[in-house]
C-alpha cells in the first residue's frame, strides 16, 4: 500500500509538472541572435527616473535579430503586433490607464542586442530604432557598453507575462524592483539615447515613424568608429539607402507595432516592366533572325 501511495505521488508530482506553465525568458542576446523588444515609456514629472507619475512597458515580440538581418535589403516585408491583446493586453491597457488623456506622450523604441563577445570584432551587435537618415559618430566603446541592457531585460523577466507566455510584456515604474524601469538603470537616463551610449535618439513619440539601424563593433579598438548600417532597400540602386528607402518602424495609438520595408514606387514599376519588354522583343527579334 505504501509503495502505490509513494508510485501515485510520484505521477501525480509528474503530471502537474508537465502542465505548469515554463518560464518564457526574454531573449536578450547574451549568447547571440536576441529577440526584438519593445520599449515605451510616459514621463508625467519633470525628471526622467523619478516619481508616481513615470511609466514604462517592455513587449517581447518574439522575432530575432537574424531574421531581421535576413529581411534586410527585400521589398515588401511587413511584420505587426497588435499589443491590445493576448498577453500584451494587460499591460497596454495598464499604461493607457496610467497616462489618461497623455497618450500622445508615450515614447517607444524597438532593439535587439546580440553580445556575444564584446572584445571581438562584430561580438557586439545591436539593432535599433533611429529617426536619422545619416548615423553621426560613434565608438567602439559606446557600443559595447551597450549591454548593460541585460540587466533590464533579467530584471523584468519574472514581472507581467514574460514569465507565462511565449512573447509576453510587463511594466514598471521608477519605485519597482531595481533595473525594471525602462530609463533609471545604474543611474543613466536610458530612454533617450539607450543609456547615454548613441549619438543618436532612438525614441520617438507614437505615431513617429523611425528608421532602422544596425550598429557592430569594427574591430577590437575602443577608439575606432562602429559599423553603422541602415536597414532598407536601395530602390534607385545607387549603393546608398537615403530618404523614402528606409525599413520603418512605428507604434499607433491603438497600439498596433508595424514593421514595413519599402516596394517601388508605381513609375519605377513601369520602367521596370517597360525595360523587360525592350528586352523580350530584343531576344525574339534575334531568334527570328
Not at 497616462?99 to 500622445?104: L, M, P, R, S, Y
Request: charged content about 15%; glycine content about 12%.
Amino acid at each position: 500500500m505504501k509503495m502505490n501511495f509513494k508510485l501515485k505521488a510520484l505521477a501525480v508530482a509528474a503530471i502537474m509538472a508537465a502542465s505548469a506553465p515554463a518560464f518564457a525568458a526574454i531573449d536578450g542576446g547574451v549568447t547571440g541572435n536576441g529577440e526584438l523588444l519593445l520599449n515605451v515609456r510616459y514621463y508625467g514629472g519633470d525628471s526622467a527616473t523619478t516619481g508616481g507619475d513615470d511609466i514604462s512597458g517592455l513587449f517581447d515580440l518574439g522575432f530575432h535579430l537574424n531574421d531581421m538581418l535576413a529581411a534586410n535589403g527585400q521589398t515588401g516585408f511587413s511584420k505587426t503586433w497588435d499589443l491590445a491583446t493576448g498577453a500584451y493586453g494587460a499591460s497596454w491597457n495598464q499604461l493607457l490607464n496610467f497616462v489618461g488623456a497623455n497618450k500622445g506622450q508615450i515614447e517607444f523604441n524597438v532593439i535587439a542586442l546580440d553580445d556575444t563577445d564584446r572584445n571581438l570584432t562584430g561580438g557586439s551587435r545591436y539593432l535599433m530604432t533611429g529617426n536619422v537618415d545619416s548615423w553621426p559618430s560613434q565608438g567602439n566603446t559606446n557600443v559595447k557598453t551597450m549591454n548593460v541592457m541585460e540587466q533590464y531585460l533579467d530584471a523584468n523577466n519574472s514581472r507581467g507575462t514574460h514569465a507565462t507566455a511565449a512573447n509576453g510584456a510587463s511594466t514598471a515604474t521608477p519605485t519597482d524592483a531595481p533595473n525594471t524601469f525602462f530609463g533609471a538603470i545604474n543611474g543613466f537616463g536610458q530612454g533617450d539615447n539607450w543609456l547615454a551610449k548613441t549619438t543618436v535618439d532612438t525614441t520617438q513619440v507614437l505615431g513617429t515613424e523611425q528608421n532602422f539601424w544596425f550598429l557592430t563593433t569594427s574591430s577590437t579598438s575602443n577608439l575606432a568608429q562602429a559599423t553603422k548600417t541602415p536597414f532598407g532597400v536601395d530602390l534607385n540602386h545607387d549603393g546608398v539607402i537615403g530618404a523614402g528607402e528606409f525599413t520603418k518602424v512605428t507604434l499607433s495609438q491603438d497600439g498596433v507595432l508595424s514593421i514595413t520595408s519599402p516596394v517601388p514606387e508605381a513609375d519605377t514599376w513601369a520602367m521596370l516592366l517597360a525595360g523587360l519588354g525592350m528586352l523580350g522583343a530584343m531576344v525574339r527579334r534575334r531568334a527570328g533572325a
